[in-house]
């Protein structure tokens, strides 16, 4: 019988500091893996710990893996501390749901990211890319501190000339290197603003993932300019150890996060205690 | 199939149990000391001298939760292929004269740990299918038991090997499966008549009637648990008794049905080993949902003290059907706030009518 709470294997073949405190590790997997996009893995730090991290690279991908990781406590900071190009690390899953993709056909797709929050939309955005005839527009709306601390720079260019992309940046405070737009995410929600991109809300679905505050206020925020609860998925964060629904922690309502997630429907959960901490 | 058993025959009984594995088995005992005697209840393997062994008439103090989910345990060392898969058979062990409530608890764990076809539990799997279940019904009832609100019996109905009756002259064997039979079939016993019968109703009649008057005031915030359940959560007003919570996690750890655990890793002795212990943790802990930066979705104390209650009651409901819950009151008698979980109720009832 095949043990659930094993780590198998990756060997951290390539690691790229994204930010001073984000770092991208590229793991050559020992067992051919595939995930949907959302889906997260358990990562092991052997004789630390284990943290759940969704993975950025594309879910077409099953022999290697991109996970990007930032530093904020005890596993992750043994992570960026000690653990070089040829050690292995381990994981476990693909656990949770991933997005529903079927449902964005034919639909307008705006996707929100906050700080590392952009890592786990990555890895949609590619799954996106893949069946962008599908697709009918793709708006990409990401937020961070300043330009020190976006992820993923060097590939910006890139989603830009796609067609059916719009990428929109925007850093916290103003800063001598940036010309952007400058204010929180959010204000690239307002109403005048995806006037001018031109999204269509009827038609659309709105995919999010950042810190919990700024989950809140996209929230309230997409509610506000119009959008349903039923059109808008959140990457909800809570305390995960099992990954598989047993270990009782990382719940909303009655949903665990681990199973019926991370990613869950607004209608789903807005009515339950507790769905911002 | 009922069989009756000669009161002084126990030890051949327990002597047949020997030859299937160890047993285990709720004991007795009165402990004298300079202020004056007590009666505890424990779990104890029997090994021999077992001569003047006779089942408690109530549930042990401690549960029977730890034969399937020891309080930590080792999951995994890695990497080692060794650990990917674990093997199928464990030794078989025997539970003597396990109550009704306990018995209940395994059925209810089994759905989080063998339901989810995806995710089955190697090692509580391996556990649980070397169980062999002897059940006794309850001769009588503690303050604490509820079990009767929730809708249970202070008698084993099914999912025993066997379940033992004390009737005035006889053991009354009732035999829930193959290797109960099997068992049964050592001792060549006789046939229980309808007599026999008749004094086991009228003896479950009796425990349940008291169940029932000891715990008449309880019973109507038990009846609206489902309503409670969906409305009691969102509402500071009915919890006040949570006031008196410390955070202990005495209830959970008492608890035969909470199972909520977390996965931690050490380094190993050799160079390039590492170990996974999985180990009890309780809902009633800060740490139990906190996440980076000290967010906590259960932050304040009375949400947190509200999560074992939603757990048991609703969330798990909507799951699988059935309460978390056996009633058998162990956290009661446990809670170091001298909480009651049938007045927390009552409690949260009043506030859903306020
Ligand atoms: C489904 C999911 C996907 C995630 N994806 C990413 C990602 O792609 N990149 C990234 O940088 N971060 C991601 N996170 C957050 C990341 O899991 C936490 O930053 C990480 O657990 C912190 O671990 P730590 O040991 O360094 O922190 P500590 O505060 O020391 O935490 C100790 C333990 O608590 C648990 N824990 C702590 N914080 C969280 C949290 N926010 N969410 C869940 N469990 C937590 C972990 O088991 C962790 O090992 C994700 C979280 C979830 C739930
Ligand atoms: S919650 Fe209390 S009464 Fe219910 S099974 Fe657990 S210990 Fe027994
Ligand atoms: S036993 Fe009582 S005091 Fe301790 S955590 Fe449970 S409810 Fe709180
Ligand atoms: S992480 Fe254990 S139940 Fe979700």
Redesign the interface.
Known sequence: MENIYYPHKGVVKEIKEETPKIKTYRLKLDKKLSFRAGQFMQLTVPGVGEAPFTPSSSPGEVEEMEITIMRTGRVTSVLHKEVKVGDFLGLRGPFGKGYPIEKFIGKEILIVGGGVGLAPLRSLIYALFDRIEEIKQIYICYGAKSPEDQCFKDEYKDWERKKKVSLNLTIDESHPKWKGTVGLVTCLLEKDYLKKIGIDIKNSYVVSCGPDVMLKFVTFKLLEVGFKPEQIYLSMNRRMSCGFGKCARCNIGPYYLCKDGPDMCYADIKDYPNVFC | MEVLLDKNRIKNFIEVLLGYGRVFASWEKEIFSNRGSKTRRFVREIKDNFSDYYIPKVRTFDNFKSFVLPGRFK??E??SEK??????KGEKEVLLGIKACDLNSFYMIDK??LE?S?????FY??RRESLILISSDCGDSLDSCFCNVLGFSPYPEKGFDINIVELKEFYLLEIGSKIGEEISKNLSLNQAGKKELRERDEKRRKVKDKLEKQNREFSKAFFYLESIAEQA??SDSGWELGSACVSCGACTNVCPVC??????????EKENN?K?F?VW?S?QFKG??????G?????SHI?QFKNRYY?KF??FY??FGVYKCTGCGRCIDNCLGGIDMREVFLGALEGVKR
């Not at chain 2, 650990?83 to 199928?88: A, K």
């Not at chain 2, 199972?259 to 190993?268: H, N, Q, S, V």
């Not at chain 2, 967010?295 to 932050?299: A, E, I, M, T």
């Open positions: 999951v995994a890695y990497p650990w990917i898969d674990i093997g199928e989080v740990f989810d995806l995710f089955v539990d190697p799997k391996k959560f969102d199972y909520c655990f977390t996965l931690f890793d050490r380094k190993g590492y996974r999985m943790d809902c139990f949902s906190q996440m980076a930066g967010l906590n979705p259960r932050f949400d757990h609703f969330r909507k799951k």
